[in-house]
């Protein structure tokens, strides 16, 4: 297999370095604050990523996302994990499983985000319910005109700054798992804690309760009994990124020991002289070269 990039690609990858090394600008910032960046700040780097390309890089350009292939939107993940503070969330990806939603809640709810305007979340975990999120205890009840939701969501990332979310629960009777829209302002949606993580994030992962909260039969994203399935694939495809963002995130850490290699001196030479740190800085790269090999 050629894993040489094209032009085209090289050119993606310098677009998305760019970028990233914006971002990094704001670090230290973000780090201070403890996360969060102003919200003018965060206009302006997200007006930087569209006229970038680097903004919904999942989504169809004909819809005006950045209508990336696979691997290429991998190349630019890459470049987005170089930089702390999980600063890549900025660049929105929505989740690709909303491409299959009807064409009015594409206009409803996908192409606001593309556009910049809106942020979704995905609500899937639970108290009882991680790895198999099959295993989830919230419910949809049939009422007139829709459904009833009730339950209850954990690390709902960047649930914070959403405006919606996709919430998984078990539809009627049977239980068939079914993917819900449901808007965070809607009468029984509470974000009842926003738990503290040992890293520092410019969004949340906070927790929510659903109250019998209205949705509407237009609010069911591909059909009820589908839930599951279309979790999976988005699992898939955010594990993917993940993968390629700490690939990014591997390579920062290696130019950084590298660079304090040469410039740091003990014993009347720089510490890159010795082999043991020779040896150290080669094991890291190899690591980086199989990881993104499998990525």
């Known amino acids: 297999m050629d894993f040489r990039y094209t032009p085209e690609q090289a050119a993606l990858k310098s677009r998305a370095a760019a970028y990233t090394r914006l971002l990094m600008e704001y670090e ?10 102003p919200e003018d700040t965060v206009r302006e780097l997200t007006r930087a990523a569209i006229d970038a390309g680097v903004y919904a890089i ?22 987005f994990g170089k930089v702390t503070n999980c600063l890549w969330d900025i660049p929105w990806r929505p989740a690709n499983v909303l491409a299959y939603g009807t064409e009015a ?5 996908l192409l606001p985000i593309i556009r910049g305007e809106r942020f979704d979340a995905f609500a899937v975990t639970e108290p009882g319910a ?51 829209f449901v808007d965070k302002q809607a009468p029984g949606v509470e974000m009842t804690r926003v738990p503290r993580f040992m890293h520092s994030a410019v969004n949340g992962h906070p927790e929510f309760t659903f109250t019998d909260v209205f949705v509407p039969d237009e609010d069911v994203l591909g ?21 390629a963002r700490t690939t990014g995130a591997a390579e ?4 950084l020991a590298r660079d304090w290699a040469v410039e740091r001196r003990q014993f009347g030479s720089p510490i890159a002289d010795f082999q043991l740190i020779q040896g150290m800085l080669a094991d890291c790269a190899t690591d980086i070269a199989v990881n993104r090999a499998y990525t």
Do not use: H
């Open 105 to 109: 809640q594409r206009e409803k709810y």
């Open 130 to 180: 991680g790895s198999d999120p099959s295993s989830g205890t919230s419910t949809a009840t049939r009422t007139d005109g829709g459904w009833l939701l009730n339950g209850e969501k954990w690390f709902v990332t960047c649930g914070d700054i959403a405006d919606f979310l996709l919430v998984q629960a078990d539809a009627g009777p049977e239980r068939a798992a079914t993917l819900f």
């Open 223 to 243: 059909g009820v009994g589908n839930g599951y399935e279309l979790t999976k694939e988005w699992f898939t495809d955010e594990r993917l990124m993940i993968a």
């Open 28 to 37: 230290n910032q973000s780090e201070e604050a403890g996360g969060p960046l």
């Open 58 to 79: 999942n989504m169809p350009a004909e819809w005006g996302g950045a209508g990336l292939s696979l691997l290429d939107q991998v190349i630019v993940e890459e470049e």
């Open 252 to 255: 920062r850490a290696l130019e």
